[in-house]
């Protein structure tokens, strides 16, 4: 055991679980329809290019990222699939998206405009994104015949895809997802040649109305429902696991305290175990005195504050623990799980903001 940091702490990604997620959205999916794997932050902190390139091997169509960084991180891994952006790129962007083919989303006419001076024959691809209630980004409905046409005048842009977000799907709101729907559709009826797609996660899952030509699902790829409101439609298998290890034990005294505030304090004699994993590697503060991980497949409780890059757990009733052992903070030992889920609950946020937090420079291990 060494003394490196990245030695003691790490994260584990199972490729084959990957595969399997990949392999059961295809197979809910409507022949035809195309299947765009969301690899943005960091694949959901999973490692954007393998993830990107065992998802590319597993046959999805698409690959959807946030910003054009992110793009161009996975262009010069060679990955040469289409990979559509959602956030904003400044028009002074545009060379760079045309060289890297990428595919940008398009609101205003500022960036169709600068795509269409930039040198060169090739035809430049964009999609537009329609704002059909989430009132985040987007054109609104009434007016995206005016950018539709104003595109069209342009020489070497041309629209490829149409497409729009759900505000409420993963809180199966039914009524909210069916209204944004057909104002999408509304839209979309106008343009029959275009790739038309609105189904994240919990869309592709809960509303198969909503898959119309591809499908953009995220963090079910990786093993996790988007909400404990969306029904289990199909079998998926965690991928990511978080791993640490004892570093010090020690006994203390009832009555002492542990961590910063020594905000818990022993009612008994008490041992307790050091582990070098803290909220700036991913573990919620939040998770102070609430959490818990697993040592020997048994859970140890969290005790006193989650400091920066270290937190304190209880291993009293955890029998024969030795410094080097291995600790699970996310994911499975022996016969118990920690899910992704149960932190979120533990830290009142959602399972997506657990996984995105995971420090990107933390040691991964794709098996």
């Known amino acids: 055991m060494g003394s490196n940091k990245a030695e003691l702490s790490w994260v584990e990604i199972n490729m084959k679980a990957l595969v399997h997620n990949v392999e059961k959205l295809r197979q809910y999916l409507r022949p035809g329809t195309q299947l765009m794997a969301v690899v943005k932050k960091n694949a959901y902190g999973h490692g954007a290019v393998p993830v990107a390139r065992v998802a590319v091997a597993a046959g999805v169509d698409w690959l959807g990222v946030y910003s054009l960084e992110e793009g161009l991180q996975l262009r010069d891994a060679g990955i040469s699939i289409p990979i559509l952006i959602f956030g904003y790129v400044p028009s002074s962007q545009a060379a760079t998206l045309v060289k890297s083919e990428l595919t940008p989303t398009v609101v205003e006419t500022k960036l169709p405009l600068a795509l269409d001076k930039v040198q060169g024959d090739t035809t430049i691809a964009v999609h537009v994104k329609v704002d059909t209630g989430l009132n985040r980004s987007g054109v609104r409905t009434e007016d995206v015949p005016h950018l539709m046409y104003f595109i069209s005048g342009l020489r070497r842009v041309k629209v490829e895809g149409l497409y729009t977000h759900f505000a409420s799907a993963d809180e199966l709101d039914r009524e909210t997802v069916g209204a944004q729907l057909q104002r999408f559709l509304g839209v979309a009826t106008k343009f029959p040649e275009l790739l038309l797609h609105a189904a994240n996660s919990a869309a592709t899952l809960v509303f198969p109305e909503t898959h119309l030509n591809m499908v953009r699902p995220g963090i079910v790829m990786y093993g996790v429902y988007p909400s ?121 946020t959602i399972n997506r903001e657990i996984l995105a937090g995971i420090r990107t420079d933390l040691h991964r291990i794709y098996t």
């Open 228 to 348: 404990p409101a969306v029904e289990r439609t199909i079998p998926l298998q965690p991928v990511l696991s978080l791993k640490s290890r004892v570093v010090r034990l020690h006994r203390i005294r009832a009555g002492e305290g542990v961590s910063y505030g020594l905000t818990w304090k022993a009612k008994k004699d008490t041992s307790v175990a050091l582990v070098p994993f803290g909220y700036g590697d991913g573990l919620p503060r939040l998770l102070s005195n609430c959490g818990q991980v697993l040592v020997h497949g048994q859970r140890a409780p969290i005790r006193g504050r989650v400091c920066m890059d270290q937190c304190i757990v209880d291993v009293t009733d955890v029998p024969e623990v030795k410094v080097g052992d291995e600790v699970v903070l996310l994911g499975r030992q022996g016969s118990d799980e920690i899910s992704v889920d149960e932190i979120a609950n533990w830290a009142d």
